[in-house]
């Protein structure tokens, strides 16, 4: 079922990316099966081509053993569909996150800075940790995660004698293999610390907790908090700082993966989770703004999950589901969908930045309409 060996080109890489690939793909024609408009033929075929998997380095909730791991979740849902195979796979990812968690500490011992490879949800222990929350949430292995993620909060001293975020990062934002002068501490959903915010949030809400889970939480809090930026206009945050400034200092792109709908969800759950009433109704006030702003929605030119209006439409109704009036936010929904229609369709296939992650938030986009499955787990939302 696995390969150890290094990933060996492009296309094996693409085959099992759950970002990208077929594997992603299957998420749609899963979610297809279970409403009665697919068939569970058509999931066989599309999980049995994808081969034998990686379980390397490289593996992660996105690529790989894990992230067959997730899509084979979501098809059995609660009947004994796909278990040989599921026991199978649970225990690889065990391993694998075992293995992972001893590298992390390893480094956090060697007071040397992180990376997004290590900790982040698209390729890091966050992302194997969402999965465990789903697969084997009373495990060693999920609150090994949840430990690791506590102590990732801690302060890193840093050659300079000074002090930063345990998230600091050494490498540049977007070129990850390019170092950069001082580094960076990232604040998006998919990169940066609201992931791992989240992931607490969430296991907490699951009544999975480990000891400084809350001061955790409240310490990436905080550091949100100092650099938040409030004007006329609403709330934002920057996608990243550095030592010397925030940039960009316009508002990003309202992204599930880097803008104000992502962070707002993220502690929103938060919020929830220290029970924190301040604090969820200045995440979902901002998310309020951000739809009100034109500036930010007018960023928005595809329909995608991860840059687009199918990521905001998803993020609109996961807040509204836990907000005090879940009517200011679902309102917003016929405007969204409207402005879904009027985007081209996109010509990249895939899951997260493709026409499947676009069809998947879409069809259940009208208000009282729900998906069979969580599939937007594996973005840490619900």
Partial sequence: MTT???IADVDTATRQSLAHGPL???LLHIEQAHRGTGSWQSVHRQLAAIGPLIDNNEANLFLGAPAMAYALHLAAADSDRYATALHTLDAIVAAHTRRRLSAAHARIDQGKPTSFAEYDLLRGLTGLGALLLRRAPDSHEMRGVLEYLVRLTEPLPSPGGET???WWVWHAPIHLGAPTPGGHANAGLAHGITGPLALLALAKRHGIT?????DAMARICR???RIRRTDQHGTCWPPWVT???????SPATPSWCYG???LARAQQLAAIALGDVDRKRMAERALLYCLADPRQLNQLTNRGLCHGVGGLIRIVQRVAQDAEKPSVFTDRLPQLNESFLNLNPLAESGFLEGAVGAVLAFQSAEVGTAPATDWDACLLLT
């Fill in 210 to 214: 480990v000891h400084g889970h809350n």
């Fill in 164 to 166: 930063l975020p345990g």
């Fill in 260 to 262: 104000a709908p992502g």
């Fill in 4 to 6: 150890n060996s290094p």
């Fill in 223 to 225: 550091w949100l908090d």
């Fill in 24 to 26: 992603g793909i299957a």
């Fill in 243 to 249: 030592k010397t400034t925030a940039v960009p200092t």
